[in-house]
């Protein structure tokens, strides 16, 4: 397939959203009563920044539009899912050091609910959808 500069354009106006509804998020602005016409106009620029994961979840299905269910698509998800083990486990033992962390145990069962990392639902919903796109494509098709 050869690259399609659209959805790069699409991707990195994307990564820009997601720092930016971030930024919005922990600078306090969620927290401000609305009193100015200013204000209404920084809420209509988060309404359009608040697109970034669906920006990301059109420009991974389009780039998927091809995929077929196989052996070697669904092993190709042990990255994911290795990453996501491993990166939860480092994120416990972080917050565990600096007291906030919960027991080995709860932490391990919070893998498989997600609950380990914060972040986690991206994970959950990436994995769903990796898993659920060669089915999608068969019925498309």
């Not at 720092?19 to 809420?43: E, R």
């Not at 070697?72 to 962390?101: C, E, T």
Request: proline share 2%; glycine share 8%.
């Amino acid at each position: 397939m050869k690259r399609n500069s659209s959805i790069d354009l699409m991707k990195s106006c994307a990564i820009f959203f997601v720092i930016s509804v971030h930024f919005l998020l922990n600078s306090g602005f969620y927290d401000m009563t609305i009193h100015s016409t200013l204000a209404i106009f920084w809420i209509g620029i988060r309404t359009i920044l608040i697109t970034c994961v669906p920006l990301f979840l059109v420009a991974t299905g389009f780039l998927m539009n091809r995929k077929e269910l196989s052996a070697q698509y669904v092993l190709g998800i042990v990255p994911v899912i290795m990453s996501y083990i491993g990166i939860s486990l480092l994120v416990w033992g972080v917050l565990s050091l600096v007291g906030k962390g919960s027991d080995f145990s709860t932490a391990i069962n919070g893998i498989f609910d997600y609950s380990t990392d914060s972040y986690s639902w991206y994970v959950e919903m990436y994995l769903g959808l990796y898993l659920f796109i060669p089915l999608l494509n068969i019925i498309w098709n």
